[in-house]
């Protein structure tokens, strides 16, 4: 096993150990990072999604998967209202980059990740104060591993 000595302040220390790093359930803006098509074994189509979640000075990564079945329409159309597209019209999933909005993330049962439970409108995110308008720190697609 590798002997690990991280550099941390005792104000690091304090700072993290208080606030777990923002990674709590609720109300986040976020960023769309990176876009990909995938395929599950059972041949159902989908778009894996990278977010950067923003809360204030608090940015971190989170994943979902939009499957493209009928079971999945509700999280397909919550999610295009989301960022101000028309589930209806032909979508090129290329153009979601940088695409920002609002959305509540939870753990599900079972797993120790945040991942989203639902995707909000923006008339929603001005209704809970979640500022749609942030932006992420710069990022590079390529360090997201799928």
């Not at 208080?18 to 803006?29: I, L």
């Not at 509540?104 to 909000?120: D, N, Q």
Request: with cysteine; charged share 25%; net charge negative.
């Amino acid at each position: 096993m590798a002997k690990i000595n991280m550099d941390i302040t005792s104000e690091e220390e304090a700072k993290h150990a208080e606030t777990k790093g923002g990674f709590e359930p609720g109300d986040y803006s976020f960023q769309i990072v990176k876009v990909k098509d995938t395929k599950a074994p059972s041949g159902n189509e989908g778009i894996n999604i990278t977010f950067k979640a923003i809360s204030g000075t608090v940015q971190f990564t989170v994943f979902d998967t939009i499957w493209l079945t009928a079971a999945a329409k509700w999280k397909y159309v919550q999610f295009c209202h989301g960022v101000g597209l028309d589930p209806k019209s032909e979508l090129d999933s290329d153009d979601w980059f940088g695409m920002k909005g609002g959305f509540e993330l939870h753990v599900k049962p079972g797993k120790s990740f945040l991942t989203p439970k639902r995707y909000y409108t923006p008339d929603v995110c001005a209704e809970l104060d979640i500022d749609i308008t942030a932006e992420a720190d710069s990022f590079d697609a390529d360090d997201v591993p799928f």
